[in-house]
């Protein structure tokens, strides 16, 4: 059974940076394409950001030159590196495969809140 964990969010200023991280236990990690989404209250979970197993990256518009994906195979954790933070990218960010048939169950995730 897979289990994703994340962690890393918290509280920040608009502008400020907070790096995310996500455990993924159990899993064939090194040959999977990974993403990172997030969630705002009421509005559907979307993917901001995602490393194929080979490394390759790709961005939402959104996070674009402001967060960077990356990946520990031997940790079986992927990042979020996020800079520049806006209020808009204040949401719960979780971490799952991306061009998947199934996914994995979803983790907890981890709440990023940016003030003004």
């Known amino acids: 059974q897979v289990q994703l964990v994340e962690s890393g969010g918290g509280l920040v200023k608009e502008g400020g940076s907070l790096r995310l991280s996500c455990v993924a236990s159990g899993s064939t990690f090194s040959f999977n394409d990974m993403g990172w989404y997030r969630q705002v209250a009421g509005k559907q979970r979307e993917l901001v950001a995602d490393?194929?197993?080979?490394?390759?990256?790709d961005y939402a518009d959104s996070v674009k030159g402001r967060f960077t994906i990356s990946r520990d195979n031997a940790k079986k954790t992927v990042y979020l590196q996020m800079h520049s933070l806006k209020v808009g990218d204040t949401a719960v960010y979780y971490c799952?495969?991306?061009?998947?048939?199934?996914?994995?169950?979803w983790g907890q995730g981890t709440q990023v809140t940016v003030s003004s």
């Open positions: 799952n495969l991306v061009r998947a048939v199934h996914l994995f169950p």
């Open positions: 490393i194929r197993s080979g490394g390759d990256t």
